[in-house]
């Protein structure tokens, strides 16, 4: 299926590794140019021209931490000052730290905060002129499956992803007249680093082994084993693409089955 993607414009944040990295290999594949960014620049510039080495496409790293809202709207600004626009925006960044309600802080729940929703504001704020002029664009934010099925002691994250949600689907309808398509994607239990370290918190207070966490995770998922990164790629890449033309305002779980409600 040809998707469209070809010479578009995409900028993926968080993109050095997990699953931005894997969503940056996959609109890349699809001919898109990608602009990705991450805190780190020696790991960042590595998995630009990983990418590079893979598919022989341009790739362009841009070092922000987009927790900081300047350097959140400075990535925005670097790529649309490198290519012209922007057509596609994928929101993305690391989780807040786990703990229980009573072990956070004000200043943990501050930093959640610009993390979490006004890393993707921020973001947003700057690509969507851009998206309006063309009268194409795709606003993709990557959430979590806590939105519909809260996670046990991820209370910030649990809390701040869902305000992400709303954002995004009241987005959608400002935004639907100039052809600009906002989507939330929520992986379930994928196999990143950030979940291997939560694995790894959970096997400390239970006094077990981490693959044992895996073990009872697994059993929870009718699918039976966690997501690979390309597969929740795979979903980001078609909401990028002209194929998903009739899809905005949707809140869509990646999870092999482990969310059981309706809606």
Not at 18 to 42: M, N, P, S, Y
Not at 73 to 98: E, S
Not at 243 to 260: E, H, K, P
Request: charged residues 20%.
């Amino acid at each position: 299926m040809e998707l469209g993607l070809r010479d578009k414009i995409a900028l993926v944040a968080g993109a050095s590794k997990g699953l931005g990295k894997a969503i940056a290999l996959g609109l890349a594949k699809e001919g898109a140019k990608v602009a990705i960014c991450a805190r780190h620049k020696d790991l960042l510039e590595t998995t630009a021209h990983e990418i590079e080495s893979i598919l022989g496409s341009e790739v362009l790293p841009i070092k922000a931490d987009v927790s900081i809202s300047k350097e959140a709207r400075k990535f925005v600004q670097k790529a649309v000052n490198y290519w012209g626009t922007v057509h596609i925006l994928v929101t993305n960044a690391g989780g807040p730290p786990p703990a229980y309600f009573e072990e956070t802080t004000e200043q943990m729940w501050e930093q959640a905060f610009h993390l979490t929703l006004m890393s993707a504001l921020n973001m947003a704020w700057e690509a969507i002129p851009y998206m309006r002029k063309q009268k194409w664009g795709r606003i993709i934010a990557m959430t979590s499956i806590s939105v519909k099925q809260p996670i046990g002691r991820l209370m910030l994250s649990n809390s701040l992803r869902a305000a992400v949600v709303g954002w995004t689907k009241t987005l959608a309808d400002e935004v639907a007249k100039d052809n600009i398509l906002v989507n939330s994607v929520c992986p379930g239990y994928t196999l990143t680093q950030r979940v291997k370290v939560l694995a790894q918190n959970l096997a400390q207070e239970k006094n077990t082994q981490s693959k044992e966490i895996f073990k009872n995770w697994e059993e929870k998922i009718p699918l039976g084993r966690l997501a690979s990164p390309e597969e929740i790629a795979n979903l980001v890449v078609f909401l990028a693409s002209e194929r998903a033309s009739y899809l905005t305002g949707n809140i869509i779980q990646v999870d092999g089955g482990y969310y059981r409600g309706l809606t």
